[in-house]
């Protein structure tokens, strides 16, 4: 690696998990989705979703941001095996969702993965599959055959996965070590948010909108700073 080049790296990853945390801050100041209550950044008992969580009345969002500075494609390992001797993102997500619940037991907890990659298209020998293959067999199809209708069958009485898909969905569920009822609830609290793209800083903007981007800059510095702060 070039002189300069580790440092340019980590400050290409801070600096969007921070600037994608006033955007979500200020949404909540500005009730466009509920009324926010407290934040927290960089907190050491938050687990391994400890980018950001927001407090509002009846539930906590906690996010994790990985994040590509030139997007790229995120597979099906991706999500579920370790990495660098840390534990697979899913596993990450299903424990910060195991200690909000605890630490916080009359709110909803949605844990939120943000990133700039997408579901890839091309990562079928990394798929858990029986006799019968999915068609496709890739993390993209899986996410839109099997992940999202998952979340949104409230109830899974009329829904269950797809015998093909059963042997990945299975896969998902040891790497959480969750039981299968709490499984399908967290699925319901996850938010997988692929192709993520920050917030635009535009030159010809109404007064409101140059005071909105106004305060996204002011507020992704204070972010920065009060974490670097020692106190």
Known sequence: MRPGEGERRAIGGYYPQYRIAAFLILQHLRHEVSPLLWIRLA????????????????????????WHLYGG??????????????????????????????????????????TSAVPSVSDSQGIPAGEIPPTPRHFAAFIEQVWLPAREARSHTFWSVPEVWRPAWESLQTACS???????????????????RLPEFKEKLSRDQAIAQQDLKDLTETLFATVADPR
Do not use: M
């Open 73 to 114: 494609n995120f597979t099906f390992n991706d999500l579920k095996s370790p990495s660098d001797g840390a534990p697979s993102l899913i596993a990450q997500l299903a424990d910060g969702w195991k200690q909000f619940r605890s630490a916080y037991p009359d709110k909803r907890i949605v844990v939120h993965l943000i």
């Open 178 to 196: 969750l039981s299968s009822e709490d499984f399908e609830a967290f699925i319901q609290d996850c938010e997988l948010e692929f192709g993520y």
């Open 43 to 66: 907190d050491p008992e938050a687990g391994r979703v400890d980018d950001l969580q927001i407090g509002s009345q009846s539930r906590v969002d906690a996010f994790q941001v990985k």
